[in-house]
């Protein structure tokens, strides 16, 4: 697996979490809720998601063009 892809298991979850979101503007550990305490590296996370998303391995998210005042990625969650 590359350094920077998602396993399966890791986009289905995404997958699953991203169509439980009702649409708007999302941090990925607003996205993950409880669920991004359990990540080993968030940071590493978060840039294994992005790429995902940039990708287009992932359907309804798109990564927004500006992060947060700490420096957190958005993403734009369209639903359906």
Known sequence: MDKLS???E???EAAALVSQVLPGVYTAKQV???RWKEKESPTDFGLRLK???EA???TGIEVHPQK???NAIRY???GG
Request: overall charge negative; cysteine-free; hydrophobic content about 45%.
């Open 51 to 53: 790429a995902a998303v």
């Open 32 to 34: 993950y809720g409880p």
């Open 6 to 8: 998602f396993s399966e």
């Open 56 to 58: 287009g391995h992932l």
């Open 68 to 70: 947060t005042g700490s």
């Open 10 to 12: 890791e986009l289905a």
């Open 76 to 78: 734009i969650v369209r």
